[in-house]
């Protein structure tokens, strides 16, 4: 993992600042012969991708993905399979207003990073954030299309579960409700609340944080080690990563810190399968760092947009202060788009580890060992 | 970063299982010409060590660090400084009982890795945990000694925030504190408290969370990288990757999903050292992935200690149902010993980092970069 | 350093087959500031560009660079300089004529590398030699070019020194000649000789190997590292890792062999900077697997091209027996292209040393050190 | 890889110094359940140990290897296999005589690399070359001990193939007399003539040097990749970064530069197993960076030791001019020792291969693929 890839067996190494002429990954590591076309990969983009509610930033992006090596025609089946070669996935950007940030170019604005590459780099490219944008994400959900379709079987969904202090109420969680409002939100009740709390948000120039869950399914039980190649140190890695993201946890989380051990043990029993079931899952799907099979649960909490109508004190890059107001076109819940990008991220570290899995141990997870 | 490897220019691979020989680990890529004698090391091992008071397992170890590599007399100073080369820290287990595990040696634990190592390697080394023991974080604290010194002026510091549902006082936190009370509480009033509390606990052989804080004082600005290399990954990693961890938050942590824009924004006036200076610090000292110079804060939630005294339900190695009750010698609540091990990640993390910043831009910060 | 990933803290990734719609690279870890536009690239990449004389593959490509991120104008300058972001360099392929290899899609022709990426993967992409093809040479003559940027002072230069069993006479060597012969060649007689000897092998649908020898000057002395990090070692592995090399040496190479420990020793005076001087350099500028400061030397052996009118015997891809005869468009002396190719090998080797010395040490060689 | 770390799947980290108190490798990544006891190791290391005939330098060091961790009773047989977890290996340095090296601690000895680690780190530990000692090698030849029993079937020697300008009779090759004569020559004949040769120059304090070959057999077809992690890329580091390695070759090597593509290359018919099968071997048993499933050929060629007795002109590390004589107790012939050596890089080459081809593709090579 250098400062731009990610994973180690199935690499992903991204590229690209947000009003720069594109962006995109190559992805190193991919198993030959997964089916793999433009579409599979469009369908995550398309969620993810701007504009498609009043409630996220008004910028047109396509984010139209094309797949620029590593796929090649399957001579027995005639269909596009990957070729285990590196598969370069490139978006174009389209919608670039850099005029917008030309009033603001020398200006920090609080809670953005360009003060902090300033520090690091001695200036950046201020233009829509440069590389510290959240477009950056949309190669992260490219990527990730490509994770899924690497573990048979692997179903990884998210959703946000809550917004402001309000939560979802867990008793009324629908999946299928993630598809019918524009806030990824499983409680139709809390969607229809958010749409008003939002709306209310989104019109006074102010904005609002989130957290959002992800759920894997299918994850085979035995990916991850100790111990600093533990699943959910990965995990916790690429969720944090994230632009705007302040915290993680695993199963309980910080919950955990109020229970005794009596009320945090999973208890075991045989399963009808021959193999040991598990009673609960505070645990989140990882013990010891590796998968125990079940549902592996995350959480990552999003901060509010820093781009807001409410002039903030400042300094500008020549050390005058000064206020700042942020125009432009922005979310006023990042987090709501924060949903595919983290389901991307778990997705690619599961996709890493079941690789890494294989080649150590050498294919699927054994129990129980020969007695 | 590999299974037991962590970190880029400030590499540290450990090993060693709780009952083995011995434990350690190799830092390699740490600069020449640092100061480096045992009881450098010595002091955070001593911090970390069990036996301390009747709140941690009563497991009799020296934890006596040996330096066997990458350590010479400087000529000039006739000083024991670093070479450049691998530092080799060997710690050598003393008081190992592994007749205590003998008779669950085929009996998954509830809450412990023994499951999940099987289900990945077909068997382990149940003696004492093995690899997933919390022995192991030993190597990390000696690792952390050696990182501390690699920036200068870095202080690294830890306390425990919270245990159970009980918090500290904020306005009563004295670092001070931290020495005078088995908890590493900086509440001089909430360890009394904890001290009846977790005495209770004890006796009816019961365990409990913790939350953890750990502060870093004097990072340098411009630590961290887009995108996969961010500060804040870093550390998410290497606080998730400590035994029991469940949860990782930076500054707000998940408190930012309650927040609005303008309450999060931190704002920004020019200090007097003609440096912008930040009026707030919601931020935990890093944006957009990069130190802003402030303090660095991470939390972290460990989970209670899964053994206890109260039988649970589980299963064997052979598929047997069964009940198991852990007796063995146990901390009631192992965030407490957690602190100095979360000093470590976050020091060598740093440490990281800072060598990695000066590869790549050439030396300290820069700001501002000339107009 | 992964399958497609090269470096460590200079880490340059490609991606692209040879009939595909592009190839090219990402360059992460570059420092910022450095000017860079494309014709800093095109002019190397015009070096290596197929189709400039009767003695390389007619295949037409313009081999012209598009720089898609990392690069933003400077705004002291005005310049466009190095972001310190990643640096996306695309190429798009032009000339394809994937029909020359319709026919010979299922037959595995003598030395190429097509049956052993079947073995591997199951299938390849056969047009041009897919991934295989020294196409993807020209990613990494671009992030030479980089690289070349990146070490203030360092000229990277190379010739033909072997070409058959006919090496150049050293007494001759004038680098002003490199320029003025289609084959890299420093003696000016040799090449004319060159022109003869390679027509005649060229009409007769043969090929013939070379020898390369790359000159690396204004190395700083210092890089490189004990032991798995050696600045050879990593040459090495990046000469090697060119199409078609068996073989590299450093300084005397395998004349070391026939020596003795008289004879090869590099003897020391003091120069006039007040630093050591060596009287020789058998070491080819490289002691203990760091650079002395002296001329870094590295030789590389290119096998003949593959691709020859004499019919060999194979197999096809359903274990049928035949022959084959490879008509397309070759160079009769691949050797010849490999010079610029291993010029950008060296350069991003140095680039990569540069980079993680000033990281572990913190800045140029120290010497000598205060008493 | 790091400085000090080798591999990738399966990964060694080394460390120690000729003189410290010990040193050792740490092998992260194998697999689990691979038989594995001290002896396995031992019977590799005295084969590199010093002092087993008059060739070599009289240090006695019984290079006596530990198990430290990793290493557990397989609950089914009984017998110690491998666990998965990190395999620590410590050799304790037994006759350090520093005193050996008190008057020359100031001197830079031509062709050792006390120079350039001062040119790098300010100043080393200069006792009996420090990191930079033959020594370190010790633990590779540890490692690879490990490595051979990772690739089911695989068997690797080594010769040594020239000693000065005198090369075996390929004819008189016997594999059987590698171990009846103190050079690991395969020719009886020639080390009938090596043993006078080399006395002649160890009776007049001179030094010599040599080429030696390694043969890997039962080498999986399909291991390595395009285009950074070529198999020969890797093999080429691994030994060109073992001491005073100054050239590497695969399959004819350097010969290709003579050859014409008909000569070179390697034709192919159908096997008695229904797969293909070449009819000669140039090409060392890699193609385009994956090996053919045929014998992997690699030779290195070993410069004379530095250290001999006829005095050299040099400098000290106070700038002054001066000469050395190097007395201590070394070899006439480093490359003797280096066979051992040479067998344990390419065993740890091929071993991290063939896990890294099981994590990509999942299994062992497949051919052909279903049309």
């Given amino acids: 993992m250098s400062f731009n890839t990610f994973g180690h067996m199935f690499r992903v190494t991204t590229f690209g600042e947000s009003h720069g002429p594109a962006l995109g990954c190559v992805v190193d590591g991919c198993p030959?012969?997964?089916p793999l076309k433009p579409a599979d990969i469009q369908q995550h983009l398309d969620r993810r991708r701007p504009g498609q509610s009043r409630f996220t930033t008004q910028r047109r992006e396509p984010d139209a993905v094309k797949i620029l090596s590593g796929v090649f025609q399957d001579p027995a089946t005639g269909e596009d399979v990957t070729t285990g070669t590196p598969i370069m996935l490139l978006i174009e950007n389209v919608d670039q207003r850099s005029k917008d940030y030309a009033e603001i170019k020398d200006i920090y604005r609080p809670g953005h990073a360009g003060l902090t590459y300033d520090f690091k780099y001695g200036f950046h490219d201020y233009r829509g954030g440069g590389r510290a944008s959240a477009r950056e994400t949309a190669a992260r959900v490219a990527a990730g299309a490509v994770a899924r379709k690497v573990v048979p079987g692997l179903m990884?969904?998210?959703?946000?579960?809550?917004?402001?202090p309000h939560k979802v109420d867990r008793e009324k969680w629908d999946w299928a409700e993630i598809d019918r409002n524009p806030f990824f939100c499983p409680d139709a009740e809390r969607a229809a609340f958010f749409a008003d709390y939002l709306d209310e948000i989104r019109k006074r120039g102010s904005s609002i944080g989130a957290v959002i869950e992800i759920i894997a399914e299918g994850v085979p039980s035995g990916l991850g080690a100790p111990v600093y190649g533990k699943l959910d140190g990965d995990l916790a890695a690429g969720l944090m990563g994230i632009n705007a993201v302040k915290g993680v946890e695993i199963g309980e989380g910080f919950a955990v810190a109020?229970?005794?051990?009596?009320?945090?043990?999973?208890e075991i029993r045989m399963g009808n399968d021959g193999r040991p079931r598990f009673l609960s899952n505070h645990a989140g799907g990882i013990l010891g760092g590796i998968s125990t099979g079940?549902?592996?649960?995350?959480?990552?909490?999003?901060k509010p947009t820093s781009s807001i109508l409410t002039p903030r004190r400042t300094v500008d890059r020549f050390g005058n202060e000064t206020e700042v107001v942020t125009k432009g076109r922005h979310d006023p819940c990042v987090g709501i788009r924060a949903v595919p990008i983290g389901e991307a991220m778990v997705a690619c570290v599961i996709a890493d580890h079941y690789l890494r899995q294989r080649g150590q141990v050498g294919g699927p997870a054994v129990w129980p060992f020969p007695k």
């Fill in 32 to 34: 030959p012969h997964i």
């Fill in 156 to 164: 990884v969904r998210g959703a946000l579960v809550q917004m402001g």
């Fill in 258 to 266: 109020a229970l005794t051990g009596e009320e945090n043990a999973d």
């Fill in 294 to 302: 079940q549902l592996v649960i995350a959480r990552f909490a999003v």
